[in-house]
Every structure is written in C-alpha cells, then in structure tokens.
C-alpha cells in the first residue's frame, strides 16, 4: 500500500470510532497525569522537608574546639563549592553586656569573625557596633543604626539575626555578636553547606590550629540542629523512591489496555489477512492508529509536568519526571499492539468469529 492509502485507512478506522481513540487517549492521559501527580506530590515533599531542613539550621555543621578555631581558615571555606557561609565564634562566658534599659537580664556577649553574621543570615547595615539577636532586639526595643546605652557607654545596633527555638543549639537565642578581626583563635566554627558533603565534617578540621590545648580535649563535629537527624537524605530518598515505579506501572497498564483494544479487533484483522492483505500493510494501518491514540496522552503529561515544575523554577526536573512517564506510556502501547498484532493470525479465523 502506498503512504497515502496507509493514512487513509486508518483514518477512516479512527473516525469510524473502530480503533475507540478518543476512549484510549482519555484513558492513557488520566493514567499518565495520575502517575505525574505521585511524582510532583513526592517530589514537592521532599524540597519541602529540605527547606525545613535548611530553616532550622540543619544544613550548617559546627566543630567546637576551645581556643583553637582559626578565624581566617573558617572564613576561607566560604569559597567552597556548595557552602552557602561560614564562620568563626567565641562565646565570652566571663563577660557580659548589660542594658542601661535592662540591668537585670544582661546580654550573653559573642565575638565573632567577619563571616559569622552570614551563617547567621544577620541583617547588617555594614557599620560598626553590635549585633543583637531578634529576642534582645525586640525585648531592648533597638532597631538597626540605633544606640544602644549599655553600662560600658554607649554602642550601637549594627544588625540582627533570628535564633528561633527549633531545637538547634542553646546559649545563641539572647545574645550580642561583635565582629572582631584579630588573629585571636576562636571556640566555634560554623559553615552552612548545601547540598550535604560529608566531606564538610573532615573539611571543617581544617580550620584547627595545631599545637594547641590539651591532648583529651577532642574537637566536636555535629550539625547545628540534630531534630531532623545528621544530614538529610535528599538524593537517597529521591531514588528509592516509591514513585519511581508509577511510571513502570503506567506503562505496564498501557500495554495490556492496547493489547486488549487491538485484540477485540483481532477477527477485523484476520479477516484482512484472509483476503490476502499484506502483514507489512496491516503492521503500518495499525501503528498510524496507534499514533492517533497514544501521541495526545504522551505530549500532554509531558507538557504539563514541565508547565507545573517550570512555575517553581524547576523546569528541567518537569521535564524529565513528564518525558519519564510519557515514553513509557509510548513503549507500552506498542509493545501491547505489537502483541496483539502477533497473536492475531489468519488460521484462528473462524475461532474468533465463533467467539465473538
């Protein structure tokens, strides 16, 4: 048969309602939408546990290491790939800041090294001066830019930082940080990393000092805030992802409803085969259908899972979860016509016929 008997052929059959086209696209489209849905679902929770997991602290690992933390090395690993900020602390536990406002609830006083406020994600006019956590900001009523009358003199109010109570780490929620730029050691080294490196937790040993303190004092590696345990998981949970097989599913269910579909025609088909038509004719009528039927549902899930991520910026991960699905709803409508296709044969004939 030439091409444009090919396409005749099977138009009339898609028009005639023979192949039931529009029945097994709707079909094909809700699978493939509902498979497309578990995936954004699962996705969609997993950034949201990691956005929690970032929020709370979770993604910045800290070493506690007593006078041997070496401010500029701490503040080096800024510059590593996937580290969001990072600096050094020390907590004066033998000075504290008092309010002229408040003499009874003195302010815990931190050094801090010029990389510490951006862990923090401090809101800093640049200038000299302290900065206040939100607890001491709003409890001294001080805003940026002003004064700040302690019973030292008068200072001002450089930034601030929330310190929620999440379950990260104490001590930091009422506290006032001074950036200090000497070479003096610090206690704490802070870096915000993300995504997780386990590297990080040999890396942040870097920034010791050698030779310093004393031989049982073993530095201390531990994230921020242990309530979402010590690292997330992300990649991990992702490919062991139950979802993963929603796909595989579809296009399992694709495969049998095309097998079915084709196989209720099976006495149309080997009647034409009966009248000597061609099997390589046959096979191409077939296929065209087919492509009238399977082509909406594979363009449609992949549009629209590209079209629902691309709104959160993640345009390329629609993309692939979308094609992911839509090519094996596209594999399993040819392998299930392809099935139907072989076991239909001309001698069966009058079995079917009786059958039917």
């Known amino acids: 048969m ?114 510490f406020p951006a862990v923090l994600r ?11 956590s939100g607890d001491a900001e709003r409890l001294l009523d001080a805003t940026v830019g002003d004064g ?63 030779g310093t303190g004393t031989d049982d004092e073993q530095p201390e590696v531990a994230p921020l805030n242990l309530t979402h345990g010590l690292g997330f998981e992300g990649y991990t949970r992702y490919r062991d992802r139950i979802t993963r097989w929603a796909g595989v599913g579809i296009g399992v269910l694709t495969a049998i409803i095309s097998f079915v579909a084709l196989r209720a025609r099976r006495v149309e088909i080997a009647s034409a085969l009966h009248d000597r038509a061609s099997r390589i004719d046959l096979w191409a009528v077939t296929f065209t259908e087919t492509l009238v039927w399977a082509a909406p549902p594979v363009v449609f899930c992949t549009v629209v899972s590209a079209t629902v991520f691309a709104a959160r910026g993640e345009l390329v991960v629609g993309v692939v979860l979308g094609a992911r699905v839509a090519m094996l709803i596209a594999a399993g409508a040819v392998l299930g016509v392809a099935t139907a296709l072989l076991a239909t044969r001309e001698r069966d004939l009058f079995l079917y016929a009786k059958d039917r």
């Open 2 to 115: 030439r091409v444009e008997a090919i396409l005749r052929e099977a138009w009339r059959n898609v028009s005639s309602g023979t192949v039931r086209a529009v029945a097994l696209s709707l079909v094909l489209t809700a699978l493939g939408l509902t498979a497309v849905a578990a995936e954004f679902s699962f996705v969609s929770g997993v950034e949201r546990e990691a956005q929690e997991f970032r929020d709370s602290g979770g993604s910045i690992i800290t070493v506690l290491a007593p006078g041997r933390v070496d401010g500029a090395r701490c503040d080096g690993l800024a510059s590593v790939r996937g580290v969001r900020a990072a600096g050094a602390l020390a907590v004066l536990h033998d000075e504290r800041i008092t309010a002229v406002a408040l003499p009874g609830a003195p302010l815990a006083h931190g050094r801090a090294s010029a990389g």
């Open 122 to 132: 401090a809101e800093t006019d640049g200038g000299p001066g302290l900065i206040l």
């Open 148 to 210: 700040l009358r302690t019973t030292d003199g008068t200072t001002r109010v450089s930034g601030v930082y929330e310190y929620p109570r999440d379950g990260r780490r104490d001590g930091y929620g009422y506290m006032a940080l001074e950036t200090d730029g000497s070479s003096t050691a610090f206690d704490e080294c802070w870096v915000d990393v993300w995504p997780q490196d386990a590297a990080m937790r040999s890396l942040i040993l870097t920034t010791l000092r050698p």
